[in-house]
């Protein structure tokens, strides 16, 4: 397929630089996978769209503080991009570095140092910290959030929490699972208390989330890797939830790449954890996710090819421009969507609904 035919014009205004506040204060378009809507509503209002036997997953991924300023033993200032651990060496971390850095170049930071130990063809570098030192805990003290390029404003201390979801545990991203971050604890309570099921992924999202496809054809794309976990526990909601008729909601698209990625395996949908370098973007269908709450994503990029997977190009292209129609706010700190199997909207007079009478509740909505 042509990578340009997921591209759109947005006006540079509508990108959003703030968050809104409160989180489920944003707006939310809501809309059928093949046809229906769009209908114009607020975050807080999913719990009109959803009903008592869905499973609503998340990605309870914590963002890395991960933007750390060092400088070279030449004096030379550097910025180091923090983006995972190498596997099975805690003290030696894949990073990205702005600065000019070969192999041996010592690097200090505000309280540790770390030694260029090795250059890869990505354009990432490993960089080894002294033994005993602990990343995650420095980056905590000494490091900034790393925005998006495209919030064209310093990080600043409310960014620390305002660019973390409400339930973010297990540190290790570069970038929000954003869907989630429009999410609340009442929120939660209220989807609780109405029926709605909860179950937990993580995927630790890298700096490659914001690599645009850059081939003529999407097919020829190689996408980033990142590593993920589908639990068990989750698995094991997924098919109680079909069985009783529910519907499997993912929050972002990162909980539709783990959940796809765990249905590859061999006998199909299982507990799985790993690398996962799976490219979803048409003519592909998913296999194991029924409706979607996302944010607008970049012209071109892979994130928009698989929210088509859902809707199709030219759905999903209509609907970008009702959303653009409408000033809705694009990209990280933006607006959502929900797209819906079965779209019936219960604030339309014409439309029966679609909510469900509540039933007992659900597992707590926090992770264990």
Not at 15 to 38: F, M, N, S, W
Not at 102 to 128: E, M, Y
Request: net charge neutral; aromatic share 6%.
């Amino acid at each position: 397929m042509d990578t340009e035919r997921f591209a759109y014009a947005l006006p540079d205004q509508l990108i959003a630089q703030e968050p809104a506040e409160p989180r489920d204060a944003a707006r939310l378009l809501v809309a059928g996978t093949r046809a229906g809507g769009p209908w114009h509503r607020h975050v807080r209002d999913l719990p009109d769209h959803l009903r008592a036997g869905d499973l609503l997953v998340l990605n309870r991924t914590r963002v890395i503080p991960a933007r750390l300023a060092g400088r070279k033993d030449s004096g030379g200032e550097v910025e180091v991009l923090l983006v995972h651990a190498e596997d099975g060496a805690p003290t030696a971390w894949r990073c990205l570095v702005r600065g000019r850095v070969r192999s041996g170049t010592r690097i200090a930071f505000t309280d540790a140092d770390a030694t260029v130990s090795a250059l890869h063809d990505d354009g990432t570098r490993t960089l080894a910290f002294a033994p005993g030192c602990d990343v995650l805990a420095l980056a905590e003290r000494i490091g900034r959030m790393p925005l998006p390029p495209y919030i064209r404003r310093a990080d600043r201390v409310d960014d620390r929490a305002r660019y973390q979801t409400v339930f973010a545990d297990r540190p290790g991203s570069v970038a929000a699972p954003t869907a989630a971050l429009h999410l609340t604890t009442a929120l939660l309570d209220r989807l609780r208390a109405q029926g709605v099921a909860t179950a937990w992924v993580d995927l630790r999202i890298g700096p490659g989330t914001f690599k645009p496809v850059d081939t003529v054809r999407t097919e020829d794309f190689r996408i980033h890797a990142e590593h993920a976990e589908c639990p068990a526990e989750t698995v094991a909601a997924v098919l109680a939830c079909r069985a009783a008729g529910g519907r499997v909601v993912a929050v972002g698209t990162t909980v539709v790449r783990t959940l796809e990625t765990a249905a590859t395996q061999p006998g199909g949908l299982a507990p799985w954890t790993g690398w996962t370098r799976l490219f979803l973007h048409p003519p592909a269908r998913l296999a194991v996710v029924d409706a979607l709450l996302t944010n607008f994503h970049l012209p071109r990029s892979s994130l928009l090819m698989l929210v088509s997977c859902l809707t199709g190009v030219e759905r999903l292209l209509a609907l970008y421009q009702a959303a653009i129609d409408e000033r809705y706010r694009f990209f990280s700190y933006g607006d959502a969507m929900l797209l819906l199997p079965d779209p019936a909207d219960p604030a339309d007079p014409a439309d029966p609904g679609s909510r469900a009478p509540a039933a007992a509740a659900s597992p707590a909505h926090r992770p264990a």
